[in-house]
């Protein structure tokens, strides 16, 4: 489906499925051209601000320097799902939408849950850049052993 087929906010569904992608691609190193960092840091808004689950501010300039240290340092079996993707709101020029993030590395399991704001951008990939991103990591749903520590 095109983006002009799609609504704003099912545009912006599509941005994180496919920045999620690459996310895992780049990390173990799938992604062979270091060049394609370029297309993928202008999806993003030069004001972009991301809310780590920590609370950290990291700004698009912060983005692009993580992104670039990062390189490779996930082995093979990484992996980030998307899943509960949904639209809290979309209006002509900006959409709302929220997900949960799951990764998997050298065997721990991790999910946040997020909430992303985008801006229209027609000439963007997916017709959307990204302005705002705040994450909450969420807490195991298993149940605590006796005597023991949830993870």
């Known amino acids: ?22 996310f895992a691609d780049w990390f173990t190193g799938r992604i062979r051209d270091p060049a394609v960092l370029e297309t993928r840091l202008s999806t993003f808004d030069p004001a972009f601000v991301r809310i780590s689950p920590e609370g950290r501010i990291v700004t698009a300039a912060d983005l692009a320097a993580l992104l670039g240290r990062r390189r490779l340092e996930e082995d093979e079996a990484f992996s980030i799902t998307i ?33 992303a704001f985008f801006l229209a951008a027609p000439a963007a990939p997916n017709g959307v850049v990204w302005r705002h991103l705040q994450e909450t990591m969420m807490v195991s749903t298993q149940p605590t052993p006796i005597g023991g520590r949830s993870t």
Not at 83 to 102: K, N, P, Q, W
Request: no cysteine; net charge negative; proline share 0%.
């Open 1 to 22: 489906m095109t983006t002009a087929a799609r609504t704003l906010g099912e545009n912006a569904l599509a941005e994180v499925e496919a920045a999620h992608a690459f």
């Open 83 to 115: 899943e509960d993707g949904g639209i809290v709101f979309e209006g002509s020029d900006a959409a709302l939408v929220t997900y949960v993030e799951r990764q998997s590395s050298k065997g721990t399991e991790t999910r946040r849950r997020a909430t």
